[in-house]
């Protein structure tokens, strides 16, 4: 890596000791600049761009809290990691509300430490700029400021996405509530041939037969109590564009029949009505249930499965694909800063962590509630945990908290206390579900039973009738 290529440090610390140290630790991977005055700090700020700044809060005659809010406001794209050798809890709080993404206390015994923070504070600029220059890549073939996120995963279904949009074929999608169904649907349609007329979105699962039938071909007068008069449907209101049938699976047998008719010859007939109505949509359907389960039960028919499954997408949850929350928090956060008037907000290092290993069974819509949370209560320039709701907190805090409990044992016994309260956690969030649980942690299900065995879990303490019912018919099938 050439010397222009190198992310940029500045350190700012009266200390010619500190500074040697951190200059020794950090010059082989990256372009570092030393002063040892707030002035000097500012003026070397001023002059070069820096990713990173590194500043001591006890300088001589001065305080390290005017530099770093000089910093957040004048140059928010530049993280600060805040360094003392005064330590207290009021100027680690002082220094975090000012946006400083780290906080140090020196004498550091470990001096690998200084590498961890700075390496974790650019892998966060790194995935936020690769966010933005991935979006730009995108909007250059495909039309988006809908999807959101880097991942793998995501990377995958965008060329899934580039491929079928402007093919005029039925599509299928599933994933888990809030993963962001709708959202790719409506990026299939504003990426197709028919993006100049209508998207249409109906959530079958909200619906009785009866009103479905009403809402998507239409009623003549008198078709029924309250029809007083014609009423077109979505097939024809969707005309020419696409329509978006959610929750396909929650549909009636006999509704099945109808909506397999229209797909197969382009024709419905109005309840109440005698003659056929032509339409040309575009179906895109989406589940959050396994609908290969629901035709093998009978709940779903197979030869309309096999109609809307031409192309299938499956967009995994929020917990399998970590990378995201990332870029999701943060586009987030600037989503409800502006419909706030907030201003610029970052998130606190702790607050990232809790988001990180949350489990997010809500998956996107549940992160984007929480951030929204955070938003309207956050009082200063960094959203800090008491701005997470309670149950985010106390979720992610709970083993830490069984740790700071007990004494320290041997490393056999720690290994099994963490098991058994990892477990314990683990099958109360999923009502002892093992099949859940299982995907959740990535433990077979024949090893999660052998563990609760040897560690003394009573599961079945954890689950209802239902979910009881339903194991034993993964188990059998």
């Given amino acids: 890596m050439n010397e222009t290529s190198k992310p940029r440090i500045l350190i ?5 000791e500190t500074l040697e140290l951190f200059e020794l630790q950090l010059k082989n991977k990256y372009k570092v600049d030393t002063a040892t005055s707030l002035k000097a700090g500012k003026e070397l700020l001023d002059n070069y761009g820096y990713h990173i700044a590194i500043i001591d809060l006890i300088l001589p005659g001065e305080n390290g809290l005017d530099l770093i809010q000089y910093v957040t406001q004048s140059y928010p794209h530049t993280a600060v990691i805040a360094i003392s050798g005064q330590a207290s809890i009021e100027t680690a709080v002082a220094a975090m509300k000012l ?3 780290e906080y140090l206390v020196k004498p550091f015994r470990d001096l690998d430490i200084i590498n961890i923070q700075v390496e974790k504070i650019l892998q966060t600029q790194w995935l936020i700029a690769e966010n933005k220059r991935l979006s ?3 909007d250059t073939d495909i039309e988006t400021d809908l999807i959101i996120g880097n991942s793998p995963a995501i990377q995958s279904i965008m060329q899934t996405v580039r491929k079928i949009a402007k093919l005029d074929t039925s599509t299928l999608i599933t994933g888990e509530t809030g993963v962001g169904k709708s959202v790719f649907a409506n990026l299939i349609h504003r990426n197709s ?7 249409v979105t109906v959530n079958c699962g909200s619906l009785t037969e009866t009103l479905l039938e009403s809402l998507l071909f239409g009623h003549k007068r008198g078709a029924f109590t309250d029809a007083y008069r014609d009423k077109i449907g979505y097939f024809q209101e969707a005309n020419g564009g696409t329509l978006f049938l959610d929750e396909i699976t929650e549909t009636s047998l006999s509704f099945q029949v109808k909506l397999l008719k229209v797909l197969e010859t382009g024709f419905f007939r109005m309840v109440g009505g005698e003659e ?3 339409t040309d949509v575009r179906i895109i359907t989406a589940t959050n249930k396994d609908i290969g389960e629901c035709v093998a039960n009978g709940t779903f028919r197979e030869d309309l499965y096999y109609r809307l499954n031409v192309f299938k997408i499956h967009i995994p949850p929020l917990r399998e ?3 995201d929350i990332k870029v999701l928090a943060y586009a ?3 989503e409800f800063c502006n419909k706030y008037n907030k201003g610029e907000l970052k998130l606190s290092p702790e607050v990232m962590s809790i988001l990180l290993n949350y489990s997010w069974m809500g998956n996107i819509r549940e992160l984007k509630n929480v951030i929204e949370h955070a938003v309207i209560l956050a009082e200063h320039n960094v959203i800090l945990p008491e701005d997470l709701p309670e149950n985010i907190v106390n979720s992610t805090n709970m083993i830490s908290h069984a740790f700071q409990q007990e004494e320290y044992g041997d490393w056999l016994s720690a290994k099994q206390n963490f098991e058994r309260r990892y477990l314990n956690q683990l099958l109360s969030q999923c009502n002892g579900n093992f099949s859940k649980a299982s995907k959740i942690s990535g433990i077979t299900r024949e090893n999660l039973y052998n563990k609760c065995a040897k560690l003394g879990i009573d599961y079945k303490q954890f689950r209802t009738r239902n979910n009881l019912q339903k194991e034993t018919k993964e188990t059998t099938a």
């Fill in 12 to 16: 700012v610390d009266d200390s010619v």
């Fill in 276 to 278: 056929d109505v032509h």
């Fill in 99 to 101: 946006g400083a993404n």
């Fill in 332 to 334: 987030f956060t600037n």
């Fill in 136 to 138: 730009a890549l995108i």
């Fill in 193 to 199: 041939l028919r993006k100049h007329q209508k998207f």
């Fill in 321 to 323: 694909r970590r990378d």
